[in-house]
């Protein structure tokens, strides 16, 4: 098993509907922080919760963090077609490097 | 918004030349990264980089992998002989501290096809 691994591998909505995407880690983490990637594109950071944070908020996003199960969720509230991309996680452990999850791909549908 | 710029966006080259790929973090960071993507797959941590020196490194970073700081503005990795597998998008990142101000900002990539 892999530090980070997203599910769903895909996920496909509609606008207006919100999307929910988890994260799972194996090891103690210092950070967790979520990424978006337009197709082929640079990643973007979204947002950074810290291992004693449980929820933070920033727009239309929520992400979520359970140490004790070692997940975290990222919701997207009332998603638009500008949300299609690909969303990673990326823990942090001991030192500074990053250690990205799988993905999850979002399709939004006008 | 300050941001990271890398250059060249793409770059295609022969199996066995020497590549750099070149950086601009964002002007006040201190900590500097390089990650590569393989199509499809995971984005994976290669080197860190702080005070002018290596701070950590992956298995991927191996004795054809270079990084550099020539002036106080580019951080450029360099690959010395090129393989087929080390084709790829390379990102490089940049976080202002540790502690509180580590988020790492990406930039757009470098795709490097070796043929």
């Known amino acids: 098993s892999q530090q980070g691994e997203e599910d769903p591998q895909a996920l496909s909505i509609q606008e207006g509907e919100n999307a929910t995407m988890n994260c799972s880690y194996k090891t103690s983490i210092n950070n967790l922080q979520w990424y978006r990637q337009n197709s082929g594109r640079g990643l973007v950071h979204l947002i950074l919760?810290?291992?004693?944070?449980r929820e933070k908020h920033s727009g239309r996003l929520r992400v979520t963090l359970d140490t004790s199960k070692k997940s975290s969720s990222l919701l997207i509230t009332a998603s638009r077609a500008a949300d299609t991309a690909s969303y990673f996680c990326a823990t942090d452990v001991r030192t500074d490097k990053l250690i990205f999850g799988t993905g999850t791909r979002l399709q939004v549908f006008p | 918004e300050p941001e990271v710029t890398q250059t060249p966006s793409h770059q295609v080259t022969q199996m066995g030349q020497e590549v750099i790929l070149r950086c601009v973090p964002i002007?006040?960071?201190?900590?500097f990264y390089w990650y590569r993507q393989i199509l499809g797959q995971k984005v994976e941590f290669l080197v860190s980089?702080?005070?002018?020196?290596?701070?950590?490194k992956s298995e991927i970073f191996d004795d054809q992998f270079s990084v550099e700081r020539p002036d106080g503005s580019n951080f450029t990795l360099k690959i010395r002989s090129t393989k087929l597998e080390d084709s790829a998008m390379y990102f490089c990142a940049s976080s202002e501290a540790l502690g509180d101000k580590r988020t790492q900002y990406f930039g757009p990539g470098t795709r490097l096809l070796v043929l």
């Open positions: 919760i810290r291992s004693n944070e």
């Open positions: 002007s006040n960071h201190l900590y």
């Open positions: 980089f702080y005070n002018n020196e290596i701070s950590e």
